[in-house]
Each structure stands twice: as C-alpha cells, then as structure tokens.
C-alpha cells in the first residue's frame, strides 16, 4: 500500500506541475506571442484606413487623394468618401454600385461610424476637409461597441485574477477527485496484488476503470490457486507415499532384524553363520535408521513435522547429548570435546528439543561414520550479540565440497546432487527453527540461534 | 509369580510371522507362559481365560485398534501393557502413553531391547516390593558396602551416615551406573528441576561424598569427574 500511497502523491505533484507549468506559459509566454506573431498581420485593412487622411489633397476648394493614397484604397480597403458637416458627400473614390447615396443624415452617420454601412465595416476619420468614411471590404475587419461603466471595468481587473484563482482552485479539486477515484480504484488492485503475494486467493470486482486489470489478477488468481492445489497434493501424496512405505517396510524388517538376532546367538551354528547373522542385523538396523531418516526429511521437507516448542538450556541439552554419546559407545574410537562459555548456562531458546538433539546427534555420527579411524571432534558454544553460536568441528576427512555446495543451495547446474541424508536433515532441522546454519570449512559449521531470554 | 519368566504373556499382532517370532524370541530367552491373539477376539477370549501378566500389543489389528483393546484391558485388569507398533508417529506414541501404556516400541525393534523393555516393566511391577534390602538397594564399592535405604556406609573402620543430598546423588550415579551422569540431571535430582548456580554446590556435594566412598578422595577410583558434562560411578 505504501507503493500505491507514492504512485497518487507522485500523481498529484505531476498534475500541480502541469497546472503551473501552464500558468507560467500563460502569463509569461502568451502576450510574447500574441505581439510578435498576431499583431502584424491581425488588422492591416484598418492601419491602412487610418492612414488614409494623410493622403487627402485640396487645390483651390478641389479634393483630391494622391496616388499613393488611391493605391491603398484599391489594395486594402474598398471605398472612400468625404462628407461636409451637412452629410453631403463632397468627395468620394472607389465608390461601390451599392453604395449609392450622396447624402447621410445625422443618425445614418451615428450608426455607421460604429458598425457598417451596407455590410462595410467602416472607418470614420475627422479631417480638415470633413468627415473622411473609408470603407474596408465586406468581412474583413470586425467591429464591436462596448459601452460600460467605468466601475465596472474596475472590477474587471479585479475580477480576471480572482478568476484565475477560482479556475486554479477547481483544476486541483477536479485533480484531487480523480486522485481519490484512482486512488480507490487501485486500491482494490494493490490490495489484491499483496494477497497474492501473501499466496492468498483473490477476487476482485471487475468494474470501473481497473476493470481489465482486476480481470487479469482474478485469472491469475485462479490459477496459482490451481497450480498450489496441485503441488500441495503431489507433496501429501509424495509424504503419504513414503509414510506408507516406511510403514509397509517395517512388519518384514522386524521379522528380519528378530530372525538375524535369533540366528546371531544360536549356539548350533557355526562361527561364520553366525558372522552372516549378525552383519544382517546391523544391515537390517541401517535401512530402520533409513526409513525414519527419510520419513524424518519428506515431513521437514513439506512442513509437515510439528514442532514441539518449548523453551529449554541449550548447555544442558549439549551435556546430556555429549553424555549419551558417551553411554552409548557411539564415541569409543573418537574424542568429543564439549566447550560451553559460562555465560550460555543460564540462557534459554526455543525449540523442540528432541528435533535438535537429533540434528546435533547427526552430525556426531556423521564424524563417527566418515572416520572410522577416528578423530577429534570439537563443539563450542558461546554468546554473541543476542546469538548463542554453536561451532562444531572435527579433524577428519571433511565434508565434501559437493555436499556443502547442495545444503547450501550453490551446486551448479551441470554437478550432480549428491545423496545426502543426515546432514540435509540437519539443515532442514535447523531451518525449521530459523537458525542459521554456515559452513565455515570442510571441517567447521556455524549456527546461530536467537536467544529467547536467560535466567538473572 | 516367583520369577519373572514365569510372567503370562499375551502377544496380539494381526501378522502372525511377527507372532510367531516374538513368541520364538521370548520362549529362548526363558519365558515360559506365552499366548498370541492375531485379531481382537482372539485376545479378548485369551485375556479372559489366562488373565495374562503383560501385554504386548499391536495398534492396528483386522477387527479393531490396539487403543481401543487396552481401555477394555484396562476395565478389569492393571497388567501392564507394551505397545509394538509400526506407527511411529509422535501423536501416536503420546496416545498410546497418555492412555496409560506401560511403554511404546516402535518396529523395526531389536529383540534384545524388546527383552530388556518387558523385564523392566514386569519388575517394576510385580517385583518391586519383594526385592530385600540385601539385593536391591546395597551398593559394593570396594572394601565399602553402601545401603542405600538407610543411608548407610558402612566401611571396615565403621559406619558412616550419608546426608540426604550425598544419598539423592548417590541413587541418581547408582541408577546409571557405568554411564555418564550430567551435572544438570545430578542437580535435578538433588534440587528439583530448573536449578540454576548449584555447581558449585554440587561439587562441594561430590567432594564429601567422595571422603565417604574412596579410599583416597583425592584420587577417586568409583566417582569420577567426565570434564565439562558430569559424574560417573565405575562398575565394580
């Protein structure tokens, strides 16, 4: 929502920027214009009249024009005529056929020296000689009277700002409608956009000027909701095949591993037979540990294993992890070093201890397993920064780079993934708490847990 | 009963191979009274005609559940039940242990922890009362005999008294001889759960009870310290 809040703001700015933009145009850019570009050819026909009077003659009581003047008539204007205080015309020159009268009243003057005489617009200029009449050709120039009172011009220089204003004042409340509308409007989108983001169905009302858009989205929609539908049942019937297979597999296994330690301490048989019986059990045990591994990992996997979260010591549940080791023999042939800083004793995470105990187990008997030999393995546990960091180390052989490269999601596309088990499940253990897992070395993993709070 | 093979046995499984083996590994190890049921009719019937001292029991059988055979059990007897099951979920565990199971195997099992899992519910059921002081509760370490009961040392100088908390450590160590024991589970048992900055308190504990038990404390041959994790009381 915060986008679409940025998309109206940045929506009103351009509008306001519009509106100024074409203000400033206007005031400073439009009278600029109208001289340069409308002013010279806007009214020739009357420039030409006006200087008409310049061009009269009068030789010995005889009116004449000058050559120049008659050139002017016959280019630019259509007539011209003089009149005597009495309307009588005393000299014309051009005179067209319609215009036929040799004498004009008082009121028949009055209103053509402000309109038109026969369709003419005319021009009336006083001269020496009389009233001179030119009369410029029919819809050539136009004419218009105003005659108002003085106050009223007055206001009107007041009143073209104030129209300015008002006109200002409703362009920004028309673009501050058309911003709350689209803002409405796309509202529903973005809100619609979030859900599915958030994976969450969406069906939005398929009107207004969003109409398209919110169609669109609904299709979308409709089909990401189809395409998790599907992979959620291809993970349920993925995890509820292994289950049952794991399920299936484990009646014959009992009947294998119970028959094999039958055989391993029957006395009637020999050394050898014996021998065979015993490698099936230990065989035997190894798919049971397969089977609840690869349970374990298509349940983590699809998040389908519940989390038993309580808040626990981590110090205690590495001692008696460490311990168990050692009860169990696990640890005959190698060194486990436990290092826990004191300032961990009194702190506490979250988590389903039995998950963790699992994936710290794991890795003990990843070292065990991958050096047979024997190494030393080293776990540390210390404070940093809200963090408790768990180091585990051993001196063996390492992990390979492959490994590392698939847990860690960096294995390019042409390597192979390689089969992993235990340590995928320790990841995925760890993932499933949000704790942070990194592989320092071959050797060397980091994790990090979020402390939870501590004992004073 | 005199002894635990003695103990009636009823085994009920919908597979009769598993029956049948179960019944071949219990009958070698020395058990001598064992009943299988295949459905739950079958262990209905045989409950009621042996009325046995420990049930075995499978969860999904062809006429019904484990589950739902034990509440019937349960009715009118308190033999101790064991679940065998191939369902290994946590939920299905719990269910079985909150209704009152004795213990929850999981298949594929290992005969000899099945052995070890039943002899430990039979004696804690039906032998707990009759161990004498002599057999169950005396602990040989070297040239001195500790009676756990009374808090008793006795040592070829006399008799030394143990205090509560020596004696709580002590049954703690004894109870897992030959194994490691935390720090954290020694303070349990001595403070309760959710100690906090007994440690120290706990080794002084330790160092007095090794002046009691060792020839020469100083270097413990019995009670010794595991560096970083707890305490080990060595087998004799």
């Known amino acids: ?456 | 009963m005199e002894h635990l093979y003695q103990a009636r046995i009823l085994l009920v499984d919908d597979n009769t191979d598993i029956l049948d083996m179960l019944k071949n590994i219990l009958t070698r190890r020395g058990f001598l009274s064992i009943q299988t049921a295949s459905n739950c009719e079958m262990a209905r019937a045989l409950f009621k005609k042996h009325q046995p001292e420990l049930i075995i029991l499978d969860i999904m059988l062809p006429d019904g559940d484990g589950f739902s055979l034990m509440r019937d059990f349960r009715l009118v007897s308190d033999a101790p039940v064991l679940f065998l099951s191939a369902k290994d979920e946590d939920n299905d565990r719990l269910f079985g242990l909150g209704l009152g199971a004795d213990d929850y195997l999981t298949k594929p099992f290992l005969p000899d922890e099945l052995i070890l899992r039943l002899s430990a519910i039979l004696k804690r059921t039906y032998f707990s009362s009759f161990h004498t002081e002599s057999e169950e509760h005396s602990l040989i370490l070297g040239m001195r005999t500790v009676y756990l009961k009374r808090g008793i040392i006795a040592t070829p100088d006399g008799e030394l008294s143990l205090t509560a908390k020596e004696l709580a450590l002590l049954k703690k160590l004894n109870e897992n001889r030959g194994n490691i024991v935390t720090f954290d589970a020694l303070s349990d048992a001595v403070w309760g759960e959710n100690y906090y900055g007994y440690e120290n308190t706990l080794m002084v504990h330790i160092r007095r009870l090794r002046a009691k038990i060792e020839e020469n404390p100083s270097s413990p041959v019995w009670l010794l310290t595991v560096r970083g994790l707890g305490y080990k009381l060595v087998k004799g």
């Not at chain 1, 519009?18 to 850019?29: A, E, G, K, R, Y």
């Open chain 1, 1 to 456: 929502m915060k986008s679409l809040s940025k998309i109206i703001a940045r929506y009103l700015f351009t509008a306001v920027l519009i509106l100024l933009m074409t203000l400033f145009f206007n005031i400073f850019l439009y009278p600029v214009t109208a001289f340069y570009v409308v002013q010279p050819s806007g009214n020739t026909n009357y420039n030409s009249a006006k200087g008409l009077s310049e061009e009269l003659r009068e030789d010995n009581g005889v009116i004449s024009i000058t050559e120049q003047g008659k050139k002017q008539i016959e280019e630019q204007l259509a007539f011209s005529m003089l009149l005597d205080d009495n309307g009588t015309v005393i000299w014309s020159y051009h005179l067209p056929e319609d215009i036929t009268k040799r004498h004009y009243t008082a009121s028949e003057i009055a209103v053509f020296s402000k309109w038109y005489l026969n369709d003419y617009p005319i021009i009336c200029q006083v001269t020496d000689y009389g009233l001179l009449v030119t009369g410029a050709p029919k819809g050539s120039l136009f004419r218009y009277n105003i005659i108002d009172s003085v106050e009223r011009i007055k206001r009107m220089f007041y009143m073209i700002p104030a129209m300015l204003i008002l006109n200002l004042i409703l362009v920004l409340l028309l673009v501050i409608v058309w911003s709350v509308r689209f803002y409405r409007s796309l509202r529903t989108i973005a809100l619609g956009l979030e859900s599915l983001s958030k994976e969450e169905p969406i069906c939005l009302p398929e009107k207004g000027m969003t109409e398209l858009l919110a169609r669109q989205l609904n299709q979308t929609s409709k089909i990401l909701t189809k395409q998790r539908e599907h992979l959620a049942k291809r993970d349920d019937a993925r995890t509820t095949w292994i289950s049952s297979v794991s399920h299936d597999i484990r009646t014959p296994l009992s009947l294998i591993m119970g028959y094999a330690a039958s055989l391993k301490s029957d006395s009637a048989l020999s050394k050898e037979q014996r021998r065979t019986a015993e490698l099936m059990e230990h065989q035997s045990l190894q798919i049971k540990h397969l089977i609840e591994d690869l349970n374990l990992t298509s349940k983590l996997e699809y998040d389908m294993q519940p989390l038993r979260r309580m808040a626990f010591q981590p110090a205690r549940l590495l001692r008696t992890l460490v311990s168990d080791c050692y009860n169990q023999g696990l640890l005959d042939t190698h060194v486990l070093e436990l290092c826990i800083s004191k300032e961990i004793e009194p702190v506490y995470l979250d988590g389903d201890t039995s998950l963790l105990t699992r994936a710290f187990y794991n890795l003990i008997q990843n070292s065990v397993r991958h050096n047979p030999s024997g190494c030393q393995i080293q776990i540390d546990a210390s404070l940093e920064k809200g963090f408790i960091r768990f180091q585990y180390a051993d001196s063996g052989c390492g992990i390979p780079s492959n490994v590392i490269a698939s847990l860690t999601g960096t294995l390019s596309d042409h390597e192979k993934a390689p089969h992993i088990m235990g340590l995928r499940i320790v990841s995925q253990i760890f993932k499933a708490h949000n704790w942070k897992m990194e592989f320092l070395d071959r050797n060397t993993i980091l994790i990090h847990a979020k402390i939870i709070s501590s004992v004073s």
